[in-house]
């Protein structure tokens, strides 16, 4: 092989090369929220309600006003003017009275709700200030349970402003006539990411160019630019939001906050920059929490264990306000719960409800941790009545790969669900055979035997990535050779520089280290959707492989003039234009070719001038990758306390674009599932009031509590939706952690309780140990 085409092969498609993202991250010269300043800033701190229900009897920031070095402090009625914070999707009627105002209006529905703002010229400052506000609340009764009965949002509304139903087949009469019908009752609590970075945000003013600004991390910034400018009344070409680094994303970067609005338009109002930085504890009561459902779910099926229908109700704790994303976090579970399995009939409801905490939407794998734990613990309860293993229970269930593409009158994030392409029982066989499952079971025997509480579970689920519609990138080869791939999408630490590099280098014959990727500036590039939804791998890349496809042409069709050779006997190999047959004598450079192409180049011909293009990729599906994970679990009978000895993900990713990178994505999504598994939980008392404010109540696991993850990556089933075949890993690693580690705890219990919630707590296990050991002397 020649060093060329060996070069192409090691930095391209399939390639674990290093991140390009890393080198500015690892010495210290990263640019986050926190790094960005600019001249004449002030600084912005909120007054937050202490109450969790009440009227909004009066706000006193007399006192705050006076402080020297105060700019002003910002109450309600001085944004009166101000919409609430619009829905990404746009306007919903049905839901518009539940959205967030900026600062609350006559009421405060949750501890941490913005009431008032100070801005000053120092954050010392502006927190001293904050501290002399005096906030009047006259209580109202608080709602914490979503299942609870309905109860008052505001006069004329309940606290349920919406029930998501979906669902087809003939359930009623399949129950009617199954073999068997099994049922759970099960809970998932409320928990997020909590990322190292906190959130941020800097607001500037160019009133030379009538243009607002926004900073900070965002993984949707021209769809926060679209609802800001709406809110404005203002036009997208008047606003930009500009993408710093982020320091963790996993969901809670995705929406518009109150924080958001108010820095841009004290910028705008008082003339000078605008920065605020929230600290810990603001974080924990004011960015998106998630997660929170109860599922009472019943199976139909037949003698020989076979699923006939599943028919679920739900309720959602959606917080005390619909933010940005709207309903979508309850739809999407209604609409993926049937998961990898054949099921007949389908119906689901969910009441979705407002309570008196900290709004919720996505986390990481949103919808899709909470129903593969629901649907994973009924297939294992379905097991345990009818007498088969747990693995018999999903071997006679799963679809097969002839049931290909195998389509759902559901939908999931707007989108109808149709599963594109899988083996599902291969690569349950597969992950079988990686960890020794026989061999496990007889161990898990044998330590039983001896006396400890081991066990072993295991989840098969569906994921789902690439959401659509459409992505586009603009692609520009320099005359130094650099390459730039300006696109609409955004990084939050997935390796969305590497990824799009590479595809871009393997397509185009370049070196992927001289492919520079632009994300997250509107100002660049008029579209985009950003980096949600695992969507950036599906979508922006196959928008760059169209786009780099097309420069090959250009180039070859130039070069061909330049080196008097037919284009069909060119190649491209590292940057270089070589013949087919010599790869490795190079004839001219992208660099030299992008010169001949320039406006004034008379070597140019009729040609457009640049090497340049644009690439879009329209989809109308979204892809679905699927996986299996296994878990080895000791339960320490005298504290409770759950070890996760061995963990296995499997996991099918049609293609991988940089192996490394898919391990990488999964081993981290593994360690945030295992804090909702076991750790982490957001709690608040009957009053409303939040309990999990620091780090020493709302527990994440640490490099202890993390097992080595055992990643098999396989590419099987290559996706039919996009010319790359590939489909997203961001979310695989998290999204079934909770099941399989619920399965391996019930299997090491033996019988004596069942995991009904999330966390699984040491006290519960403890107790209820405890309990069948006194019963058993």
Request: with cysteine.
């Amino acid at each position: 092989m020649s060093a060329g085409v060996k070069d192409r092969k090691v930095s391209g498609i399939g390639a674990s090369v290093p991140r390009l993202e890393d080198p500015p991250l690892v010495t210290g010269r990263g640019q986050f929220a926190g790094d960005i300043s600019f001249p004449r800033q002030l600084h912005m701190r909120i007054v937050r309600s202490a109450n969790a229900h009440g009227l909004l009897k009066h706000v006193d920031v007399s006192e705050a006003k006076a402080l020297r070095g105060v700019v002003a402090v910002w109450t309600a009625q001085d944004i009166s003017d101000l919409p609430p914070i619009e829905f990404r999707e746009g306007p919903n009627e049905k839901l518009a009275p539940f959205r967030q105002p900026v600062l609350a209006r006559d009421r405060v529905r949750y501890v941490g709700e913005p009431v008032a703002a100070v801005f000053a010229t120092d954050p010392y400052i502006a927190e001293d200030a904050a501290d002399l506000v005096t906030v009047e609340v006259e209580d109202l009764p608080v709602l914490v349970d979503a299942s609870a009965p309905v109860a008052d949002f505001a006069n004329g509304l309940t606290t349920e402003p919406t029930i998501c139903r979906q669902g087809y087949g003939d359930v009623d009469a399949v129950f009617r006539n199954a073999a068997h019908v099994i049922e759970i009752d099960v809970a998932i609590g409320r928990h997020s990411g909590v990322p190292l970075e906190t959130r941020g945000a800097v607001g500037r003013y160019d009133a030379a160019r009538d243009v607002l600004e926004l900073h900070g991390a965002a993984k949707v910034p021209h769809r926060n630019r679209e609802s800001l400018a709406r809110m404005f009344g203002r036009s997208t070409a008047a606003l930009h939001c500009h993408e710093a680094h982020v320091g963790g994303g996993f969901g809670v970067r995705g929406e518009i906050y109150p924080e958001d609005v108010l820095v841009l338009l004290a910028a705008l109002r008082l003339g000078r920059p605008v920065k605020w930085l929230e600290d810990r504890r603001e974080h924990m009561i004011a960015a998106n929490h998630s997660r929170q459902q109860r599922h009472v779910i019943r199976a139909a099926v037949d003698a020989e264990g076979r699923l006939l229908g599943v028919d679920d109700r739900f309720f959602h704790d959606q917080g005390a306000y619909i933010r940005t994303h709207g309903t979508r976090v309850a739809e999407t579970a209604s609409g993926i719960l049937p998961g990898p399995y054949r099921l007949p009939n389908y119906r689901v409801n969910c009441h979705f409800r407002l309570t008196n905490k900290t709004p919720a939407a996505t986390y990481r794998a949103p919808g899709r941790y909470e129903t593969n734990f629901v649907r994973e613990c009924l297939m294992d309860e379905i097991a345990k009545k009818l007498g088969l293993s747990r693995i018999e229970i999903r071997r006679r269930n799963l679809l097969q790969p002839a049931d290909m593409p195998h389509e759902r009158p559901l939908t999931a994030l707007g989108d109808e669900v149709v599963l594109d392409s899988g083996d599902y029982p291969g690569l349950l066989d597969k992950a079988l055979a990686r960890c020794g499952w026989d061999e496990l079971e007889r161990d898990v025997k044998a330590r039983r035997d001896d006396g400890e509480l081991i066990g072993l579970g295991l989840a098969v689920y569906v994921e789902k990535s690439g959401l659509g519609p459409v992505d586009g990138v603009h692609i520009h080869v320099h005359d130094s050779g650099d390459v730039e791939v300006i696109t609409g999408g955004a990084s939050v630490g997935q390796g969305f520089e590497t990824v799009i590099a590479q595809v871009c280098a393997d397509k185009l014959g370049a070196d992927y280290r001289r492919v520079r990727v632009v994300h997250g500036q509107t100002d660049r590039i008029e579209y985009g959707i950003g980096a949600h939804a695992t969507r950036a791998t599906v979508m922006t890349a196959n928008a760059t492989a169209i786009a780099a496809e097309k420069i090959r042409v250009k180039a070859l069709d130039m070069a061909s003039q330049l080196v008097q050779t037919e284009p069909s006997r060119l190649a491209i190999v590292g940057g270089r234009v070589v013949r087919a047959d010599a790869p490795d004598a190079p004839l001219i450079t992208l660099g030299e070719i992008a010169g001949h192409l320039r406006p004034t180049s008379k070597t140019r011909g009729d040609r457009e001038p640049g090497l340049t293009a644009d690439g879009w990729f329209n989809t109308a599906h979204m892809t679905y990758p699927y996986g299996v994970q296994i878990a080895l679990v000791t339960i320490d009978g005298g504290t409770g306390a759950v070890n996760v000895e061995k963990m296995l993900i499997a996991f099918d990713i049609g293609r991988a674009i940089n192996p490394m990178l898919v391990r990488g994505q999964i081993v981290g999504g593994f360690a945030q599932g295992l804090g909702g598994a076991l750790f982490e939980e957001f709690q608040y008392d009957e009053r409303g009031q939040p309990l999990s404010v620091t780090f020493a109540d709302y527990l994440m696991p640490t490099a202890h509590e993390v097992p080595k993850v055992d990643v098999l990556i396989t590419e099987d089933a290559p996706s039919t939706t996009n010319p790359l075949g590939v489909k997203g890993a961001g979310e695989g690693g998290i999204a079934a952690v909770g099941a399989a580690i619920a399965s391996a705890v019930n299997d090491a219990l033996g019988g004596i309780a069942t995991v009904t919630s999330l966390p699984i707590k040491p006290q519960w296990l403890k107790a209820v140990i405890d309990a069948h050991a006194a019963a058993s002397r």
